[in-house]
Every structure is written in structure tokens, then in C-alpha cells.
């Protein structure tokens, strides 16, 4: 497909699936994070407020688990689409990994947040941060948690509301409001599901490619 010609702004949205083949969890499924933990444990405000150990520990194990994982060739293709395409690019993404901008991604929207980022309780201001977090450091996960409201949602809008190609890739469509972007895309952009399978919002979907990122991703955004 001649993408770079018939498109001139695109927006690509990413979930834990993009980044399942570098090697970490999923949320959902048999093997998904969620499985082994409680959300309301470990991801909403009540939770740090209750038991701010377990939180810390939740993120330190995963921050400390991104520095032995690597981009994968759906996160590369990303990157080289954005270098080449002649048109306007965003990638919004709900991962809190850094895998796409290690891949040479640019305009990168992380609107649950970022592993490597930290903010001070009581500033707000945030930082980057590689190590683990103690309870007594005042510093939380630059996460957005369940309850709290998604970053970036104003540049979001309005990179989706112009788009006339919309991707939305290994993103499962059942946590708002990130499911429902799809629906905040003109009438007449071309939405794109890639996936293992259908999921709640592929009706929203012109066409379902179905299949691993890894693949799917490389095959479609070939310039
Ligand atoms: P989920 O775990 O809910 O869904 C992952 C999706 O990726 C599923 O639809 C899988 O079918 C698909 N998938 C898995 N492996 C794949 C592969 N190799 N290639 C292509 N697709 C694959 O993850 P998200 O949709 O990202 O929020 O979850 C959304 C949010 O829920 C997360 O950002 C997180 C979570 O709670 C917060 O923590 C705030």
C-alpha cells in the first residue's frame, strides 16, 4: 500500500501488546499482569495512599525488568515510518515503557504515563529516574493510575480529530478513554485494527489485520 501518498497525517495508537514480543506482560489474558495482581492493589490512588510499599515495589519490579527487554521490529517500523513519512506523525501510546523511543520513535504521547519518570508528591515536579523508589523518597510512579485522568488528552484530540489514517495497535479496547479514541477520528479516516484478535471496538474499524506486531506492523507502515 502506498502510504506516504495517500496520507498526509497519522496517528498510530500503541498498547502492552506492541510491546509483548520484547518481552514484557500483557495486562490481560492468561499470562497478563493483571492476573497476579489486583489493580485496586497496585494502580489506583487509594492503593498508594494504603499501602505505598507494595505500590513502589509493583513499579520498581518493573521499571528494573524494561532494562532487560529491547525494541521489537513493530516498534522499529514505527520509528522508520515517522523518519520518512512527509506528512504529520503521532504516536500516542498507553505504555509505560520506553521501548518505542529506544526504537527512534520522535512524537511520542505516553497518556498512562512513563516507567522512567517519577514526580514528587508534593511539586509535582517530574523527573526522570531509573532506579527503585522508597516510600520515603516523597517521590510516586509517573503513572497515570486507575481513577486519574490520561496525559497529553488535549494534543490527543487534536491530533485525532485532523487524522485521516488511524492505527491502533496490541491494544485490548476495554480501558477507557483510550478505547473510545477511535471515535474521535473524522468520518472519513481510515481506521486500522492490528491485533491477535477482534476485540470490544473492531466494529469502529474499517479493516482488521490480524496477527503479531511484530509482523502486521512491519508489513503495513512499509514505505
Ligand atoms: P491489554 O493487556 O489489555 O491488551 C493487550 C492486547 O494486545 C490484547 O488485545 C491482545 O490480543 C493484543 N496482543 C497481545 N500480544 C500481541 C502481539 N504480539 N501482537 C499484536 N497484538 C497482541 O493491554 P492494553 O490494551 O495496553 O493502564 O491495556 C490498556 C491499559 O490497561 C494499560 O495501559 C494499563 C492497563 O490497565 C494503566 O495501567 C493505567
Redesign the pocket.
Known amino acids: 500500500m502506498e502510504l506516504s501518498s495517500t496520507w498526509t497525517r497519522v496517528v498510530v495508537l500503541t498498547?502492552?501488546?506492541?510491546s509483548?514480543?520484547s518481552g514484557l506482560q500483557?495486562?490481560?489474558?492468561a499470562d497478563?499482569l493483571?492476573e497476579g495482581h489486583r489493580?485496586e492493589e497496585v494502580?489506583t490512588p487509594e492503593a498508594f495512599e494504603s499501602n505505598p510499599h507494595l505500590v513502589q515495589k509493583f513499579y520498581n519490579l518493573r521499571r528494573n525488568h524494561l532494562k532487560t527487554v529491547e525494541p521489537n521490529k513493530a516498534h522499529f517500523a514505527l520509528a522508520e515510518f515517522e523518519k520518512k513519512f512527509k506528512g504529520k506523525f503521532t504516536l500516542i501510546t498507553?505504555?509505560v515503557d520506553d521501548l518505542h523511543e529506544r526504537a527512534g520513535s520522535k512524537n511520542v504521547l505516553h497518556m498512562?504515563g512513563e516507567l522512567k519518570k517519577v514526580r514528587d508528591i508534593k511539586t509535582g515536579e517530574i523527573q526522570h529516574w531509573e532506579d527503585d523508589l522508597t516510600v520515603e523518597s516523597g517521590l510516586r510512579p509517573h503513572?497515570?493510575?486507575?481513577g486519574e485522568i490520561p496525559f497529553h488528552m488535549d494534543q490527543i484530540q487534536e491530533a485525532l480529530e485532523e487524522c485521516d489514517l488511524f492505527v491502533a495497535?496490541?491494544?485490548?479496547g476495554?480501558?477507557y478513554p483510550?478505547a473510545g479514541l477511535v471515535n474521535w477520528t473524522p468520518q472519513n479516516c481510515h481506521r486500522v485494527e492490528?491485533?491477535?484478535?477482534n476485540?470490544p471496538v473492531s466494529p469502529a474499524f474499517h479493516k482488521k489485520l490480524h496477527g503479531?506486531?511484530?509482523e502486521k506492523v512491519p508489513e503495513f507502515f512499509s514505505l
Open positions: 498498547g502492552a501488546g506492541i509483548q514480543e500483557t495486562f490481560r489474558g497478563g493483571w489493580v494502580a498507553q505504555n498512562h503513572i497515570v493510575w486507575f495497535i496490541g491494544t485490548s476495554l480501558v483510550a492490528i491485533n491477535l484478535e476485540t503479531k506486531a511484530s
